[in-house]
């Protein structure tokens, strides 16, 4: 009879039954093939340099420090083992796999992302295996199953990783929080991470337009010596335009932390909340979504990651920049508490242990779709789809 853990492993992996967004990532791999025939990729050319963060020092890894040919030859020896296919798998390898390096797919067999694997044209027995197989065949084990899965399936992984492999992650999460994953690499392995900092579908686009998205890297374990070096290289090889370094346990708090605050969970929060007084005081539902979310999404935010928050302020009516220059260090005072106790959550491990609980549990998929659909159906959203078919490139899907 099959182990515990091998039956979480076989089952773990399976992806959700696909949504049309999630569809479309096979469909984008396609089109996206087509159009480099007929536009190749850009590349820009930098180097490695130090720069002035706000006083304070950084070397950043820029991707012109390893040129294609050069790419190809320091992993020339190497297998690159992409384990799980979800949004980071998708990206990264198909990135590294344009970048002409030698990439496998290891998921579970016949399952939909073994699916959505082939109709990126992995190839069941030449770029396509199981996990166990996968495993074994590759140099660089990239372990990018989701966090969850990570620890349900690791008394199974574990064993796989034999002397001369490098363990990869793209996100601190499992190792840091080896207490409640019970993810503890093997000593006498390189232990390495690359985090593009973005949606694995972020990564892709970025990549195809020749920008390339930025990352962080890290080195948990260093056996051969080469590790850092081992992970600059691959944060080129799956897409990043620069890296700059950091740690797993600073990488997962401040992504847990960003994620739960301004990057996701906060904006959602701060729209909803001013939407809502915005209908309380009897604004139409397209007035106010436009001074919430169109506004800031189509004409304000672009600005401020084109050249910063005074440049967007300057663009703005002086009526407009007296009343943001008042209210900000309002708001901030307001916001601090809410995120030192968020910071302190995560650190804590108070948010990973909810994590865990909500991505194991059998109802998982269900559990989040129901919530998803609630945020889908809140007003403020529906009022959203319909300003989205005045924008002039709103194309009917």
């Known amino acids: 009879m099959a182990s515990r853990s091998s039956q979480i492993l076989r089952v773990a992996v399976r992806a959700p039954r696909a949504s049309p967004a999630v569809r479309s990532y096979s469909g984008l791999a396609r089109a996206a093939a087509c159009a480099a025939v007929a536009s190749p990729i850009k590349v820009q050319s930098r180097g490695v340099k130090t720069l002035d963060f706000a006083g304070t020092k950084e070397v950043v890894y820029e991707r012109s420090d390893w040129p294609l040919p050069k790419l190809q030859e ?98 601190g999460f499992s190792v840091v929080f080896k207490e409640d994953t019970g993810v503890i690499p093997p000593k006498d392995i390189d232990v390495i991470l690359v985090a593009p900092k973005g949606s694995g579908r972020t ?32 944060a080129v090889a799956v897409g990043t335009g620069y890296a700059y370094e950091t740690t797993f346990e600073k990488e997962v708090y401040s992504d847990l932390y960003g994620e739960r605050g301004v990057l996701m969970g906060g904006i959602q929060g701060m729209f909803r909340a001013q939407y809502e007084v915005l209908r309380r005081n009897g604004h139409s539902p397209s007035e106010a979504f436009n001074e919430t979310v169109e506004e800031a999404t189509q004409s304000l935010f672009p600005l401020i990651g084109e050249k910063g928050m005074d440049y967007m302020y300057n663009a703005c009516s002086t009526t407009a920049r007296r009343g943001a220059l008042d209210w900000a260090p309002i708001f901030e ?17 108070t948010e990973t242990r909810k994590s ?42």
Request: charged share 25%.
């Open 74 to 171: 320091y992993l020339k020896n190497d297998t690159l083992a992409l384990i799980g296919y979800g949004s980071q798998g998708h990206g990264q390898g198909l990135n590294a796999r344009d970048n002409g390096l030698n990439v496998i797919v290891g998921v579970r067999k016949d399952g939909e992302s073994w699916r959505q694997a082939m109709e990126d044209g992995w190839v069941p027995g030449e770029t396509l295996f199981s996990i166990e197989e996968a495993i074994n065949r590759g140099t660089v084990v990239m372990n990018l199953l989701s966090d969850a899965a990570q620890s349900q399936t690791w008394n199974d992984i574990k064993p796989l990783l034999t002397p001369g492999k490098t363990l990869y992650f793209s996100h």
């Open 203 to 234: 990564v892709r686009t970025l990549f195809k337009e020749g920008r390339g998205i930025n990352g962080s890297i890290a080195v948990f374990q260093d056996v051969t010596g080469k590790a850092h070096e081992k992970a600059r290289a691959l």
């Open 356 to 397: 865990l609980e909500f991505n194991g549990r059998k109802t998982y998929r269900e559990d989040l779709a129901r919530e998803l659909e609630e945020i889908n159906n809140q007003e403020i959203w529906r009022a959203g789809r319909t300003v989205r078919t005045l924008r002039p490139e709103y194309k009917p899907s």
């Open 333 to 349: 005072k307001a916001n601090l508490p809410v995120f030192e106790a968020l910071y302190k959550s995560v650190k804590d491990g």
